[in-house]
């Protein structure tokens, strides 16, 4: 339990500090399409941080798939500018019940951010598909939670789970 606490701290702490610089923004210019770029350009501040650090975890463990590492990038764009007291109370709501999630719902504002959030997987996919992503990718972002790839998907969740 004292795990997990430690784990959300270190969450909020770099989604309070979060940045990309210039410079590695500009590296994805040689790698993505310009419509994938102009979403990972559209989410929120810690969710490009957090995509870009999963690709990193991903590239030190090998994985080179673009699909993969695509899915690993955007795979929270569906987040939207979602604010730290609504992710805690997330958070809090996957850990202790939805109870706390439905009350949360209550608040006028937090009820749009608590609706993107458990809905994320789903909306980051359909943006990932507009976005002209692969369906393999697609459906890598759609079950990050839950793979249905067993082996690509499962790496997927793991370098999540890792930042």
């Not at 369906?135 to 969740?157: M, S, Y």
């Amino acid at each position: 339990m004292a795990s997990w606490w430690v784990s959300k701290t270190r969450q909020a702490v770099r989604h309070l500090r979060a940045n990309v610089p210039a410079t590695e923004r500009a590296r994805l210019v040689s790698w993505l399409r310009p419509a994938e770029l102009v979403l990972f350009d559209r989410m929120h501040v810690a969710d490009r941080r957090h995509g870009l650090d999963v690709v990193k975890t991903l590239r030190a463990a090998g994985e080179t798939d673009d699909d993969v590492l695509l899915a690993g990038l955007l795979h929270d764009a569906g987040k939207g500018d979602t604010g730290l007291v609504t992710r805690v109370i997330h958070s809090l709501s996957q850990r202790y019940g939805d109870w706390i999630a439905g009350a949360a719902r209550a608040w006028p504002w937090t009820r749009d951010g608590m609706a993107r959030l458990l809905a994320h997987a789903e909306l980051s996919a359909a943006l990932a598909r507009e976005a002209g992503c692969s369906e393999r990718t697609v459906e890598l972002i759609r079950w990050q939670d839950e793979p249905h790839d067993p082996v690509a998907g499962e790496r997927l969740r793991l370098a999540d789970e890792a930042n």
